[in-house]
């Protein structure tokens, strides 16, 4: 699903960052440790194709992400990939509801009313369709962006910081989430994060490799 070979990316003022040689199989799990710093929310803008590599390679599924061309890139995106980021970026002048068909709408697919609906439901949220995000707690804004996440049903999740700023029990849970999301849809998941609760909650059978 996921390879990465001789990777390296460097920011016009800032350091050069080089990455481990990994490979995430279909379906697997990959927790991505490390201090602040290290590197976490830029391998996962790499995995995206939101950066392109100064050397090496990002594979998913056989597909070079970073030759490809932006416009295809963006299609390609599209189609694969789920982002949960650190920063939310809901619209706070749309309603949770319009917010998850967005996704649809960016990525050129019918807004499918239902599949918005299914979706905020498999989360334990179809009860706040109507509300603004500004009407959400933390966990619940954090559970509607995961939604936009999964409606276009992608083949990989990736997930930046997801208990930051969390409780333990909103942690757990949307850690739970991450994975039982990946797993219906038999997606391979990556989650970024230097925090211990969130890799215990990903459990033994993630992959876990941590940044220097
Ligand atoms: P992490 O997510 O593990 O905290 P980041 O990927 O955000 O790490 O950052 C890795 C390194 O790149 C840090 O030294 C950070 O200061 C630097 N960096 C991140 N974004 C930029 C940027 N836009 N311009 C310059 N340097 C950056
Ligand atoms: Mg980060």
Redesign the pocket.
Known sequence: MIELRGLRYR?????E?AFPDLTVPGGGSLVLR??????????L?LVAGLLTPAAGQVRVDGVDVGALPPRKRDAWRGRTLGFLPQRLHLSDSLDVHANVALALWAGGAAVDAAAVEQVLGRLGVAELLRRRPHELSVGQAQRVALARALVRRPALLLA??PTASLDDEAALAVVQALRQAAQDGGAALVV?T?DERAVRALGPEAQQVR?P
Do not use: N, V
Request: no cysteine.
């Open positions: 920011y016009r003022q800032g350091p960052l490390g201090a602040s710093g290290s590197g976490k929310s830029t391998l803008a930046d910081e970024a230097h940044l």
